[in-house]
């Protein structure tokens, strides 16, 4: 072998000793084969409402809170109400009666569910923005896709229709609504207001969007559908209740509306359609809930009426 080829020989032992080097001492040098999306750790995608900025935890300590303020709440509006009636504080059974005949008191027990709301909302606010690092709207989803309002017309139609079918089945009795609600024309106004403008903001921002978003992502889509349909339904059963004893005829359809609300989370993936029906369902309600002394009134003066055509004829 000539001194040529020896030369040739150590160049190329030389090459390859740096592309080694390189190799071992600098590994970034070389571009790296692209990371598929689907397999990155959720801290590493974008912020969106199926990747949010925090936790099961969290959202569940937001739900505690929600709850506790209005409990609190009611109790600072009610006590000092409570303090100045003839009342024997040893009997529990007796003043916790009174709260819920007397009218004054509903009322300031629905009174107290306006600033809960409120406080609710802003922790919320605070835990969906990360304390101001993001969007508010575009971490929960605000973008209704195909849904539109005549929608939830149409799916509270069906509600209704289920309700109907469900009270000739089982029966309705009295619940601890309906007697608040008989208690005062005050008491319904009070509920109609926010049942239509506070309620379905707060309960969707909890439920569907703090609760579902950190569940699907930990759990999968269909345990997180599961816990946050039986959850909601579940907080709502006492009002529905009579002595303990739940009103299926209510309960079932609200169950139903839970599971819609779900579902229709999974699937536009936004907040903004469920608060949209939520409150479609609650404000024709509350419509009726108003109209309801005018329209037995207007049933029962055309069935005189109609006796009456009757009678002439006979």
Request: proline share 6%; with cysteine.
């Amino acid at each position: 072998m000539d001194s040529t080829t020896n030369l040739e020989l150590e160049v190329i032992l030389a090459k390859l000793f740096v592309v080694q080097n390189y190799e071992l001492n600098e590994p970034d040098f070389y571009p790296q084969p692209p990371v598929k999306r689907d397999i990155l750790p959720a801290d590493a995608l974008p912020i969106s409402p199926n990747n949010p900025p925090w936790n099961g935890w969290t959202a569940l300590g937001v739900w505690v809170a929600s709850v506790i303020f209005i409990s609190v709440l009611q109790m600072l509006f009610l006590m000092p109400y409570l303090m100045r009636q003839p009342l024997d504080f040893s009997d529990k059974i007796g003043v916790m009666t009174f709260a819920k005949t007397d009218p004054t008191a509903i009322l300031l027990q629905l009174i107290a569910v306006i600033p809960a709301h409120l406080f609710t909302f802003v922790l919320a606010w605070l835990v969906v923005t990360g304390f101001r690092k993001f969007a508010f709207r575009e971490t929960l989803g605000w973008d209704l896709g195909r849904f539109r309002i005549w929608h939830a017309f149409v799916m509270f139609a069906g509600f209704y229709a289920i309700a109907l079918v469900l009270a000739y089945i089982f029966g309705t009795s009295e619940t601890d609504f309906d007697r608040m609600l008989k208690s005062s024309r005050s008491a319904v106004f009070l509920v109609a207001f926010f049942a239509t403008f506070t309620a379905p903001l707060i309960e969707e921002v909890i439920y569907r969007g703090l609760l579902y978003s950190a569940f699907q992502r930990r759990f999968g889509v269909v345990l997180a559908v599961i816990f946050v349909t039986v959850l909601f339904t579940v907080v709502h059963i006492p009002q529905y209740s009579s002595e303990s004893i739940p009103n299926y005829a209510s309960v079932i359809p609200l169950l139903l509306l839970s599971l819609t609300l779900t579902l229709l989370r999974v699937h536009t993936k936004n907040l903004l359609p469920c608060i949209l029906l939520h409150t479609v369902v609650n404000a024709v309600q509350s419509v009726l809930l108003i109209l309801q002394p005018y329209i037995e009134n207007y049933i029962k003066t055309h069935q005189a009426e109609t006796a009456s055509l009757i009678q002439f004829f006979k």
